[in-house]
T-cell receptor, first 113, second 113 residues
């Protein structure tokens, strides 16, 4: 099955700096890549997603890039704020698996005021 | 707003007990999922369901079973709880069809003594 690796496991940045989280996947057929944010005591919540027919997607301070050849995708957060502090998960979803997601191991992001 | 609710936020059980974790979604979603979340391991899929009375094994189904008698409700059952099933359990739901956002509940932290 699909295998998703995520790095780094922890990340600390100063408020206002950028943060980048990287993921690689193994199944070249995967064609949907969501990113989830999990705040303390809550379930994960989708923040951005990208499909394989697109190389980049942006939503205000958040962007995701996808390199299908290299089988990796990244989350970019610019102008970080303390409320960005959370655990972030990437996931990949191959076709013919229904809506099954394979998640990375998570990145704990701390934004230092 | 989609709402996924889980019956308990915290649960403490004894080894060997039968445990029921309940999940209810209010958006008429076809797909429902059960994950367990452990530090350093991310989210791992236990079971999922595409329709009433239908179930599919995920990556770690051993020691678990599920029940989906109604579209809005998906139950996870630990037939004989063991200490290695101490974990955070997350339920999610999504619309059927092409890969779509999964909406997560707040989680149940289960401790097996």
């Amino acid at each position: 099955g699909e295998n998703v690796e995520q790095h780094p496991s922890t990340l600390s940045v100063q408020e206002g700096d950028s943060a980048v989280i990287k993921c690689t996947y193994s199944d070249s057929a995967s064609n949907y890549f969501p990113w989830y944010k999990q705040e303390l005591g809550k379930g994960p919540q989708l923040i951005i997603d990208i499909r394989s027919n697109v190389g980049e997607k942006k939503d205000q301070r958040i962007a995701v890039t996808l390199n299908k050849t290299a089988k990796h995708f990244s989350l970019h957060i610019t102008e970080t704020q303390p409320e960005d502090s959370a655990v972030y998960f990437c996931a990949a979803s191959p076709p013919n698996t229904g809506n099954q997601f394979y998640f990375g191991t998570g990145t704990s992001l701390t934004v230092i005021p | 707003d989609v709402k996924v609710t889980q019956s308990s936020r915290y649960l403490v059980k004894r080894t060997g007990e039968k445990v029921f974790l309940e999940c209810v979604q209010d958006m008429d979603h076809e797909n429902m999922f059960w994950y367990r979340q452990d530090p350093g391991l991310g989210l791992r899929l236990i079971y999922f369901s595409y329709d009433v009375k239908m179930k599919e094994k995920g990556d770690i189904p051993e020691g678990y079973s599920v029940s989906r008698e109604k579209k809005e409700r998906f139950s996870l059952i630990l037939e004989s709880a063991s200490t290695n099933q101490t974990s955070m359990y997350l339920c999610a739901s999504s619309v059927g069809g092409r890969r779509n956002e999964q909406f997560f509940g707040p989680g149940t932290r289960l401790t097996v003594l």
